[in-house]
C-alpha cells in the first residue's frame, strides 16, 4: 500500500487515532453570530474521517473577537452549539474533536467588541485592517493589558477550555501563531513590557507558559495543544530572533505531555528549520503543518512520519474541498479543488457541498 507510514495509527499515552492525517484550522465565518449552528455540525461530520479534527479558531472571551460570524466559547448558548459539533462528529467518525481557542489581541476591532478597545501586550497598533459588513476598517490601537488583567484572561481560556470538554471536545489547541494575542506575547515588537512579562525571551514566554500550566491544570495535559509560527509575520509580527524565543518556548512545553505541539513551517520567512527545532525539542506528539497556501504533498508528508520527523500532518485547504481526504489520499484518488470564492462567504456554497469520492455526499 502506497504511503503506508501516514496511514499508520498513531498511540501515545491515552490519544489513538487510526492514521496521521488531520484537519487544520480553517476560519469559515459560517457561525450564527458566535454560535456553532446545524450547518457548522454538519461541516464538521463530513470530516470526521481525520485523525485529529481542530475546529475554526474559537474566541474564549468577547473582546477576542475579531472577525465576522466566528464561534465563541463563552457563554452558555455557544457551549450548546459546540456540544451538537460535537455529538454530530462522535456519530459520523473516529476523529478526535479539537477545538481551537484564538484570542485575536490587538488584531480584533471595536466592531465586534461592542465598541470596547482591545487589548494586547502593550499599545501597539497593527499595520492594516479587518473586514466588517461595512467594509474595509483599519485596526485601533489596543489597550495595553495591566498585570492583574493578566490572570483574568488566563482564567478566560481555562474556562473555554473547561466548557469545550463539557462539550464532548476531545481537547482544545492553544492558537499561539499567526499574530494572534499568545503570539503577540512572544513577539517583541507587540511586546515590549517592563512588569516581568517582557523585556527578555524569558519574559515574553512567560504568560504563554503559564496558559498553558493553567488550562492543562484544568483539563489535563494530554487535552492541552498549542499551535505555533516561530517568525511568521502574519498580522504585522516582527520577531529578530525567533528560533531563541520558540527554543526556549519548546523547552518549557517539553516539561509536559501535551496533546500535541502543532508547528506551521515558517522556513521561508526565518533562516533556519522551524519543524527540525520542534522536533529535536519536544518530545511528544508533533503535529507539522506547511502553512497558509501550501500543504505537504503525500510523499512529503509520508516522509516525515517515516522518519520520524513528525507524528501527525495536518491539512487545511485540501481537507476544506474534500471532507473525506485520508481517503482520497490514501488511495490516490483525485481531489476536489477548493473554490476560494467561497472560502469567507456564507451558507452552504463550499462548504457542505464538496462531493466525496463516489460523489454522494459525506455524512
Known sequence: MPYSDLFTPYDHGSLSVPHRVAMAPLTRNRAVGTVPAEINAEYYAQRASAAILVTEGTQPTAIGQGYLDTAGLHTDEQQHGWAQVASAVAAAGDAKLVIQLMHCGRVAHPYYTNGETPVAPSAVKPDGGTWTP?????????????????GALKEDFVQAARRAIAAGAYGVELHAANGYLLHQFLSENTNQRTDGYGTDVEGRIRFVVEVVEAVAGAIGERRTAIRLSPGHPFND?????????????????????????????????????????????????????????????????????????????????????????????????????PDETTFYSRGPKGYTDYPALDGAPVA
Not at 134 to 149: H, I, N, S, Y
Open 237 to 337: 509580527i516582527a520577531e529578530s530572533d525567533p528560533k531563541a524565543t520558540c527554543d526556549a518556548l519548546l523547552a518549557k512545553l517539553a516539561e509536559r505531555d501535551l496533546l500535541y505541539v502543532h508547528v506551521l513551517d515558517t522556513a521561508p520567512y526565518v533562516d533556519y528549520d522551524p519543524l527540525a527545532q520542534a522536533r529535536d525539542l519536544y518530545p511528544g506528539t508533533l503535529m507539522l503543518n506547511e502553512g497558509f497556501s501550501e500543504e505537504f504533498d503525500v510523499q512529503g508528508a509520508n516522509d516525515l512520519v517515516a522518519q520520524g520527523k513528525a507524528d501527525l500532518i495536518a491539512y487545511g485547504r485540501r481537507f476544506l474541498a474534500n471532507p473525506d481526504l485520508p481517503r482520497r489520499l490514501q488511495e490516490g484518488a483525485d481531489l476536489n479543488e
Open 134 to 150: 461595512d467594509g474595509q476598517a483599519e485596526f485601533v490601537t489596543p489597550r495595553a493589558l495591566e498585570t492583574d488583567e493578566l
